[in-house]
Nanobody, 121 residues
C-alpha cells in the first residue's frame, strides 16, 4: 500500500489549501485515514482522521471548525480542506492509514511522504 500526499504550498494568513492523499489500494489494514503534521523542532501531532465511509471523523481541537476531511471512494483519495489558516498551521503534513481510529501516530502502518504547508503572517 502506498500513499501519495499532495497539495501543500505557501498561503497567507486566512487563506485556504486542500491537501490530497491518494491510496494505491484499499485493504482491511487501511480502513482509517489520518493526517498528522510536524513543525520544525516539534513532535508530530494529530490533525484528524476519517473512515472511508465518510463518517467516524475526529479532529484536533486546534483545527476544529477550520479543517474538514472528506473522501472520494472512486479515486481512493482523502482530502483535507484547510480554511482560515494561521501561521501556527505551518508544518509538514503527513497522511497515514491504519486499521482502527487512533490519535496516536504509532497506530498507523502506512505513511505518505509529507507535503509542506507554509502560512505567512
Amino acid at each position: 500500500v502506498q500513499l501519495q500526499a499532495s497539495g501543500g504550498g505557501l498561503v497567507q494568513t486566512g487563506g485556504s489549501l486542500r491537501l490530497s492523499c491518494a491510496v494505491s489500494r484499499r485493504t482491511f489494514s487501511n480502513n482509517i485515514m489520518a493526517w498528522f503534521r510536524q513543525a520544525p523542532g516539534k513532535e508530530r501531532e494529530f490533525v484528524g482522521f476519517i473512515g472511508w465511509s465518510g463518517g467516524n471523523t475526529n479532529y484536533a481541537d486546534s483545527v476544529k471548525g477550520r479543517f474538514t476531511l472528506s473522501v472520494d471512494n472512486t479515486k481512493n483519495t482523502v482530502y483535507l480542506q484547510m480554511n482560515s489558516l494561521k501561521p501556527e498551521d505551518t508544518a509538514v503534513y503527513y497522511c497515514a492509514a491504519g486499521r482502527i481510529p487512533n490519535l496516536d501516530a504509532r497506530a498507523y502502518v502506512y505513511w505518505g511522504q509529507g507535503t509542506q504547508v507554509t502560512v505567512s503572517s
